[in-house]
């Protein structure tokens, strides 16, 4: 994959299938919908930690809290996830400029990948926002971020068995990762196009 800095947007590009898998995921890992409602919270978690002994004035400031301020986060991320599934649906299928259309070797029976995302720059926060839920979430689902597997990768030696689908995960959390770190310095940048 690279990453392309325009004036006015920022593209991935040439994407494998499975960053394009990672990136057509991120509006569903960051709803949770799969996830029990406990997990979920972890995105809109009560403002302040009270212990019951010390809740005086604890219930009222979390009613107007769930009044107020609860509902415009919820519609705030929901915006989030809602531009990059805009942004995700009008991904490019990029085919070389030489290559003949009638010779594409394209599967038939399924749609090509898209190899190019291209996102206006002023969606970037919204990108940040998604992936900061998805992020949050597979964590809370799948405690992913303090996980020394992260770091290493299974040998024969080791006493735990090899777990694909959990290596996939944590290959996923650190894509956002990435991407996260990626749209900060855009975020930052304001003048010349760049490639990274």
Same mark, same amino acid.
């Given at each position: 994959m690279k990453f392309i800095l325009t004036d006015t947007s920022w593209i991935l590009d040439d994407l494998d299938p499975i960053e394009w898998t990672f990136l057509d995921r991120i509006p569903e890992m960051a709803a949770g919908e799969d996830l029990p409602h406990e997990? #979920? #919270? #972890?995105?809109?978690?009560?403002?302040?930690? &009270?212990?019951?002994?010390?809740?005086?004035?604890y219930e009222e400031f979390l009613k107007?809290?769930?009044?107020? &301020? !609860?509902?415009?986060?919820?519609?705030? *991320?929901g915006a989030a996830r809602d531009q990059v599934s805009r942004d995700l649906a009008m991904a490019a299928v990029k085919a070389d400029p030489s290559d003949d259309p009638d010779e594409l070797d394209f599967d038939h029976d399924s749609?090509?990948?898209?190899? #190019?995302?291209?996102?206006?720059?002023?969606?970037?926060?919204?990108?940040?926002?998604?992936?900061?839920?998805?992020r949050l979430l597979m964590n809370e689902a799948h405690d992913l971020a303090e996980?020394?597997?992260? *770091? !290493?990768?299974?040998?024969?030696?080791?006493?735990?068995? *090899?777990?694909?689908? !959990?290596?996939?995960?944590?290959?996923?959390?650190? *894509?956002?990762t990435a991407m996260q770190s990626i749209l900060i310095e855009v975020m930052t940048l304001n003048d010349a196009p760049e490639e990274f």
């Open positions: 997990q #979920r #919270r #972890r995105i809109l978690p009560d403002p302040i930690d &009270v212990p019951a002994g010390q809740r005086e004035n107007d809290w769930n009044e107020y &301020v !609860r509902p415009d986060l919820n519609a705030s *991320f749609e090509p990948i898209p190899m #190019r995302v291209e996102v206006a720059r002023t969606a970037s926060d919204a990108w940040y926002s998604a992936l900061n839920q998805a996980s020394t597997e992260r *770091f !290493r990768w299974p040998s024969e030696d080791d006493d735990q068995p *090899f777990d694909g689908a !959990r290596m996939l995960l944590l290959a996923q959390y650190e *894509f956002y």
